[in-house]
T-cell receptor, first 111, second 113 residues
Framework: KQEVTQIPAALSVPEGENLVLNCSFTDSAIYNLQWFRQDPGKGLTSLLLIQSSQREQTSGRLNASLDKSSGRSTLYIAASQPGDSATYLCAVTQGAQKLVFGQGTRLTINP | DAMVIQNPRYQVTQFGKPVTLSCSQTLNHNVMYWYQQKSSQAPKLLFHYYDKDFNNEADTPDNFQSRRPNTSFCFLDIRSPGLGDAAMYLC????????????FGPGTRLTVL
């Protein structure tokens, strides 16, 4: 059974810092991996999707990497801003479209 | 803009009173999903439709049902809500012919009194 773990569970950093969020998964037979952002009381916003054949994807200040063989992904956020404060979820797609989520990292950027 | 829409955004019901949550999409995606997310927890898949084919997760209680009358709409019916069913309910869509990326709606927050 696939398990997805995100470390740390919570992270607080000063504005302007670069930071890395970690995600690990137990079964490397994934179709793709998605990083989502969730603001309190809201739905999920897709940030980046990495196909299983890819190593990384970039969007603006965000860069996500994937090492399928070791079961790891990282989300790098450059020059963090208070507006980046949210919960970040990683999820892997296996088999027939099923997403398995991690518990999320609650990120706070302090002005 | 193409999107996933959920109505209502907030729903209050009484213990045991049936409730229906609605999801619609303009993305023309084949697959629609319903997730339950409780406070500070990861979303949990309840079921999904691939076109008209219904796929129930093994641990989804019988109390939860779903209908998909056409490509655009999908409904979540909770037949007899209990206090433990209070949660955020998220609808998502994806297209297997693409990157299989899932797109989520804003969610419906269900309160059970």
């Amino acid at each position: 059974k696939q398990e997805v773990t995100q470390i740390p569970a919570a992270l607080s950093v000063p504005e302007g810092e670069n930071l890395v969020l970690n995600c690990s998964f137990t079964d490397s037979a994934i179709y793709n991996l998605q990083w989502f952002r969730q603001d309190p009381g809201k739905g999920l916003t897709s940030l980046l999707l990495i196909q299983s054949s890819q190593r990384e994807q970039t969007s603006g200040r965000l860069n996500a990497s994937l090492d399928k063989s070791s079961g790891r992904s990282t989300l790098y956020i450059a020059a963090s801003q208070p507006g980046d404060s949210a919960t970040y979820l990683c999820a892997v797609t296996q088999g027939a479209q099923k997403l398995v989520f991690g518990q999320g990292t609650r990120l706070t950027i302090n002005p | 803009d193409a999107m996933v829409i959920q109505n209502p955004r907030y729903q209050v019901t009484q213990f045991g009173k049936p409730v229906t949550l609605s999801c619609s999409q303009t993305l023309n995606h084949n697959v629609m999903y319903w997730y339950q997310q409780k406070s500070s927890q990861a979303p949990k898949l309840l079921f999904h439709y691939y076109d008209k084919d219904f796929n129930n997760e093994a641990d989804t209680p019988d109390n939860f049902q779903s209908r998909r009358p056409n490509t655009s709409f999908c409904f979540l019916d909770i037949r007899s809500p209990g206090l433990g069913d209070a949660a955020m309910y998220l609808c998502a869509t994806s297209s297997p012919s693409g990157r299989n990326e899932q797109f989520f709606g804003p969610g419906t927050r269900l309160t059970v009194l």
